[in-house]
């Protein structure tokens, strides 16, 4: 007999939960006569194809091999980084180019010196999670100094 994986189940199983509290959730807006029924529909279809593209987006990019893509990857979250660091101080003259260059210089030398080392593997697996967790610390002293 075929049968689906545990994870299909379970993936199955948390989607018709969510559509049971969206009808719950429109059941209780209409009972009190709030008129949102359609905000609400729309908000939670655009929440869950966000959650599903963010989903494939990060398997695809868990599964890069390509040092040089990987590099080019992790130099666009520096880019969103210094861009985040940027709308908390604009007052300061050409501080997103200050923000892209000490994050940068800061950030992805360091994973890259803990691939070469072998502390964490040069594939996305490993440099983006950890791209992500060192790229935001080094934004936050950034911010601070």
Known sequence: MNELPHDVLDIGLKITISFLLLGFILTLSKWKQMQMERALIIAFLRG?????????????????QNLPLLIVVLFFMCLFAALNSYRVHPQYPHIFFIQVTAISFGAIPVLLFCGVTGVIGLTGEFLIPMGGMVIANTMVITDIL
């Open 48 to 64: 869950f194809l966000q959650l599903q593209l963010m989903a494939l987006l990060l398997l695809i990019l868990f599964q890069l």
